[in-house]
């Protein structure tokens, strides 16, 4: 059975640092929804960037479609290409993904790098995208100036409207009304059902659910510590603590005290079985 990607021992290390990602090993099937879960700083973004062809491991490897992930691949036909059409990456931060005057011009760059595509073909893959994702009246707007919510729809777009069968998501909710936050997980959940592989970093166990059928857990030692169905995860409350996901947390009434775990939750902390 070919995995879309399969990550072998990987070990990863930012130049004069420790490792942030030491001896990680999974598989993801095509068509999958799964979660990275880990408390800041477990080395969940930097596993979306391995997995995105942005960095590469220091020991171990990384296979995607067959094909191992390495600077030389990426960089030859018609391989690299493939790739980088297949997989889409959606940053944190939004603003670091919009760099052209107009929307219709950001959701422009990436079709008119890819040759064969006619200028009418483009358009009209940007009115699609447009209307799929219910900003089609952002269209001759400037990104820069545009609300948190709507960026992030514009950032969504410029990789959707090359059809990625594979979407990597770096907390994609952070930052984000509540409105908006509804609007972009009713958007993944489509895309979900029509078949696209999610991935997704997060620590916002109360959406995880929206997010994901299966999580990766990353502990605060940069190893992963637990995968499986999000449901028992999200019950398994000594793996939560030991992960610092959530935290004990002992209230007092009189002489009696109790305890028990809340969520730590981008924004604010929501208490859990309290």
């Known amino acids: 059975m070919q995995f879309l990607f399969n990550v072998d021992n990987i070990t990863f290390a930012y130049p004069g640092e420790g490792p942030c990602l030491l001896d990680v ?28 062809g942005l960095y590469f491991p220091s020991t171990g490897s990384i296979n995607v479609m067959g094909q191992k992930l390495t600077e030389e ?17 959606l940053f944190q931060n939004s603003d670091a993904q919009l760099f052209c005057p107009t929307v219709e011009e950001e959701l422009a760059f990436a079709p008119l790098q890819i040759s064969g ?4 073909e483009i ?10 994702l219910g900003i089609a009246h952002l269209r001759d707007r400037t990104p820069q100036k545009l609300s948190a919510g709507q960026k992030k729809m514009v950032a969504l777009a410029s990789i959707l409207v090359v059809s990625p069968s594979v979407l990597l998501l770096d907390e994609p909710t952070a930052g984000l009304d509540p409105r908006s936050q509804s609007i972009l997980l009713d958007i993944l959940d489509q895309l979900h059902r029509a078949g696209m592989t999610l991935i997704t970093a997060t620590h ?8 994901a059928d299966r999580a990766l857990v990353l502990g605060e030692d940069h190893t992963l510590v637990a995968d499986g169905p999000v449901e028992p995860i999200l019950a398994d ?7 610092n ?4 947390h002992t209230h007092r009434h009189g002489d009696i005290s109790h305890t028990h775990p809340h969520y730590h939750v981008i924004g604010h902390e ?5």
């Open 25 to 52: 090993s999974f598989n993801v099937n095509f068509g999958e929804r799964i979660a990275m879960l880990g408390a800041n700083g477990s080395g969940k973004s930097t596993l979306l960037h391995l997995l995105d």
């Open 73 to 89: 691949s990426v960089e030859t036909v018609p391989f690299g290409p493939r790739f980088r059409k297949e997989v889409g990456f």
């Open 117 to 120: 595509w006619s200028r009418d």
């Open 123 to 132: 358009m009209g893959r940007i009115t699609d995208t447009l209307d799929l």
């Open 204 to 211: 916002d166990l109360e959406l995880l659910p929206h997010l």
């Open 237 to 243: 409350t000594d793996l939560l603590l030991s992960v």
């Open 245 to 248: 996901l959530i935290h004990a």
């Open 270 to 274: 929501h208490s859990h079985n309290s």
